[in-house]
Nanobody, 127 residues
Framework: QVQVVVSGGGSAQPGGSLRLACAVSGAPYCDYDATWYRQAPGKEREFVSGIDSDASTTYADYVKGRFTISQDSAKNTVYLQMGSLKPEDTAMYYC?????????????????????WGQGTQVTVAS
C-alpha cells in the first residue's frame, strides 16, 4: 500500500528556516512527480513547488529564491527547504505524489490512482 508521510513543520521567526519532508513508501518500482501545496486559513490551496521524476523543478513566484525542493531517491523522500521565511508563509503544507504509470509500477501495484496526498503539516512564521 502506498503511503505518503509529511513531517518537519513547526514554528519559525521571520527570516528563519524550516525543512519539510515527504516520505513515500510502498512503491519501490515506481517513479513519481512530487508537488508541495499550502493552504492558509480562509484561502484556497496554492502551488508552492514541484519536482519531476527527472529532477526538473518549478517554484511559485512568491517562494522562488527562498525555497528549494529536492529529492533523495535512496530514501524515497522529497524535501522542501524553506528559508527567509515570512509571516505570509504561514499555512498548512501538503505533499502530493503522482506515480508514473511505467510498466514496472503498474505490474507491481496494479491500479494506480491519479495521486496520493500526505497529511498536512503546519508551518507558522511569527516573531
Amino acid at each position: 500500500q502506498v503511503q505518503v508521510v509529511v513531517s518537519g513543520g513547526g514554528s519559525a521567526q521571520p527570516g528563519g528556516s524550516l525543512r519539510l519532508a515527504c516520505a513515500v513508501s510502498g512503491a519501490p518500482y515506481c517513479d513519481y512527480d512530487a508537488t508541495w501545496y499550502r493552504q492558509a486559513p480562509g484561502k484556497e490551496r496554492e502551488f508552492v513547488s514541484g519536482i519531476d521524476s527527472d529532477a526538473s523543478t518549478t517554484y511559485a513566484d512568491y517562494v522562488k529564491g527562498r525555497f528549494t525542493i529536492s529529492q533523495d531517491s535512496a530514501k524515497n523522500t522529497v524535501y522542501l527547504q524553506m528559508g527567509s521565511l515570512k509571516p505570509e508563509d504561514t499555512a498548512m503544507y501538503y505533499c502530493k505524489i503522482e506515480l508514473l504509470p511505467t510498466d514496472s509500477c503498474v505490474e507491481a501495484l496494479g491500479f494506480i490512482p491519479p495521486d496520493y496526498w500526505g497529511q498536512g503539516t503546519q508551518v507558522t512564521v511569527a516573531s
